[in-house]
């Protein structure tokens, strides 16, 4: 008999009839005499139908105010499933997150979870009851209802996984697992069986949206094993461990990310004196401007030529920022580029293999695509293109390190 926690999104909760097939799931697992504590987000569409009525009132809404409202969503869910379960004879119970105590801290719409009390949740299950969690969503000190970021509910269910010590944290959702890349590019992608926790946090990171970054930090940080695995298909989906198998098999990639949200910024023949990276990055980051990528090159007449890519929302005001700093130490002129994208390749195989960089490089000169900047980890390789080049680029790679899924009879 295990312990699991399921996390049930939107979509999967989506309606009334959704909501049914979900009991209906649970009251499988129940009958293999699993104990099941269910994590529930809003219906879809719901959080964002209720921040809408937030704007009407005001662009800002207070965030305490916020918070309140937006908690909703998730407790029309955890009654719905409650009832749906009992219907079915399988005895549940519903728990916002106060009525628990998932204690957090008082950071409104992006709050911390500080401690779980795990009593009433165990003395249900111990009697035999389902119970099900609003995700999303705790009370801080005061008694104030916070809400812990768009995706919350990922974490909140790794965190009661964490704090019932639990078999395995289940993430159901509309995809079957983690892919090697986005099937919508590259339609040879496959599903992992496997990814490590750091792989799948630099995969969500560099855009791969199927968790919620926090909830894979927490998930590595307690070790909590997490599978993302579809709600209505059945399947293995994709587990995420601590484990890093040292078998052959094991592709030295698992997967290859990218993103269009970043914009590249470069000042050129600036006196290249000692200071001078501080002297261009110092005002940026006073401007709480994040930058992802650096190079710096030396040009034979003394000048440095100084290039970083920063999120693109953030684009005009590191240009001001930068033109400034550019009068005040003699820089030649700054130069701004929006139309770039990044690839990025990540695997923990990388550490035990030379030369995954060159055949990446490889790669993309066989398809004639220039690499404009490029940044290496431990366990990825990132490179800076012309954004035109992306897609082409990204199926390239796919290749080129063996992802492709093969062939069906007939293709
Ligand atoms: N309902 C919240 C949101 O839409 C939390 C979640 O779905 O995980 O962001
Ligand atoms: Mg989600």
Do not use: W
């Amino acid at each position: 008999m295990a312990l699991i926690v399921q996390k049930f999104g939107g979509t999967s909760v989506g309606s009334i009839e959704r909501i049914e097939q979900v009991a209906e799931k649970v009251k499988k697992f129940r009958e293999n005499g699993d104990d099941i504590v269910v994590v529930v987000s809003a219906m879809s569409g719901e959080t964002n139908r209720l921040i809408g009525l937030a704007k009407q009132i005001s662009e800002q809404p207070v965030p305490r105010e916020l918070d309140v409202m937006v908690s909703t969503g998730e407790q029309v869910t955890i009654a719905l499933l409650a009832m749906a379960l009992i219907k079915r004879g399988v005895p549940a119970v519903s728990y916002t997150g106060n009525q628990v105590r998932i204690l957090t801290d008082s950071s409104f719409t992006k709050a911390r979870i500080l401690q779980i009390d795990d009593q009433k949740l165990r003395a249900d299950l111990k009697a035999g009851r389902v119970v099900v969690v609003a995700g999303f969503q705790g009370v801080d000190e005061h008694g104030n209802i916070t809400t812990l970021g768009r995706g919350g509910s990922d974490t909140t269910g790794v965190a009661l996984a964490a704090a019932l010590k639990a078999d395995e944290c289940q993430i159901y959702t509309d995809v079957d697992g983690v892919y090697t890349t986005d099937p919508r590019v590259v339609p040879k992608a496959q599903r992992l069986d496997k990814i490590t926790f750091e792989e799948m946090l630099e995969m969500a990171s560099l855009g791969s949206k199927v968790l919620q970054i926090r909830s894979v930090e927490f998930a590595g940080k307690y070790n909590v094993p997490l599978r993302v695995l579809h709600s209505f298909q059945e399947g293995p989906g994709t587990l995420i461990t601590i484990d890093e198998e040292e078998s052959m098999e094991q592709p030295i990639i698992s997967g290859i990310a990218f993103n269009r949200d970043e914009a590249k910024l470069t000042i050129r023949g600036v006196p290249d004196n000692p200071g001078v990276a501080f002297k261009i990055l110092g005002p940026i980051s006073a401007a709480n401007i994040e930058v992802d990528m650096i190079v710096q090159n030396i040009a034979h007449d003394n000048t440095t030529d100084f290039t970083f890519t920063v999120h693109r929302n953030d684009h005009l005001s590191a240009m001001r920022v930068l033109e400034n700093t550019a009068r005040e130490i003699g820089a030649r002129e700054v130069i701004g580029d929006t139309d770039i994208a990044k690839v990025s390749i990540v695997g923990v195989g990388m550490r035990s293999h030379a030369g995954v960089a060159s055949r990446m490089f490889e790669a993309l000169a066989k398809e004639g695509i220039n690499i404009q900047m490029i940044s290496t980890s431990e366990i990825k390789v990132s490179v800076v293109i012309e954004e035109k080049y992306l897609e082409l680029a990204v199926r390239a790679l796919h290749t080129a390190f063996e992802l492709d899924a093969p062939a069906r009879q007939g293709e």
